[in-house]
């Protein structure tokens, strides 16, 4: 009896660990809830999109990066994009425009500018217009699935992050270690402990 036991045991555990290597089923399903994941598949799911990412993106310091982008380190229409930023245009002119607020703040802290004919690239800027970040976007961006690699203008990588959908992101460190994964208003740990909260996604 123990030994059938144990043969049903090994059997079910086989099955499972052959579901999570046949990644795609994961990372392809956007209406899951991370919390009832178990941590078999939460692994396949991170070793997936870490593979994504990191196989063909080695994210070290970029030497030159300031010169490289020396046309683009302050924004010369600073205050009319602010502007349009504060007043919640997601267009303006040529470019795509986003702001960022600090939770409880009326003004605007950071502003990102997205020229129309290259969407390739993001920029952010201060409020004063000075270059802050660069985000470089892979895949089949604007469509679903896609990531993006942040620099300071430093040329420091700051962060990677997979964007399944509108909802649900992953995000990892520049070394490729898994911070966590935005799933509508959360972002949740490995073991599916909510560390931080948004209002808007």
């Known amino acids: 009896m123990k030994k059938l036991k144990y043969i049903i045991t090994a059997f079910m555990l086989a099955q499972s660990l052959a579901m999570a290597n046949f990644n795609d089923i994961y ?3 956007i209406q899951y809830d991370w919390i009832n994941k178990n941590n078999v598949e939460k692994e396949a799911i991170i070793s997936e999109v870490r593979d994504i990412i990191f196989e063909e993106n080695e994210l070290t310091k970029i030497k030159g990066f300031r010169s490289q982008f020396k046309d683009k380190l302050k924004d010369k229409n600073y205050k009319e994009h602010y502007f349009a930023a504060s007043a919640g ?3 303006y002119k040529d470019y795509n425009i986003s702001a960022f607020y ?3 703040q009326k003004h605007i802290y950071m502003y990102a500018l997205q ?3 290259d969407v390739s690239k993001s920029y952010y800027y201060d409020a004063l217009g000075h270059l802050i970040y660069v985000d470089f ?3 089949e961006y604007p ?3 896609y990531y993006t690699i942040q620099y300071k203008v430093s040329g420091t990588p700051v962060s990677a992050i997979y ?3 509108k909802d ?4 990892f460190t520049p070394n490729g270690e898994f911070t966590g994964v935005w799933y509508k208003h959360n972002l949740y740990d490995k073991h599916s402990k909510v560390i931080l909260k948004r209002t808007t996604y």
């Open 115 to 117: 020229d129309k004919k």
């Open 163 to 165: 964007y399944v959908s």
């Open 27 to 29: 990372i392809a399903d």
């Open 168 to 171: 649900n992101q992953y995000l």
């Open 89 to 91: 245009f997601k267009e």
């Open 143 to 145: 469509e679903y699935p």
């Open 137 to 139: 976007n892979f895949g």
């Open 102 to 104: 600090y939770k409880k």
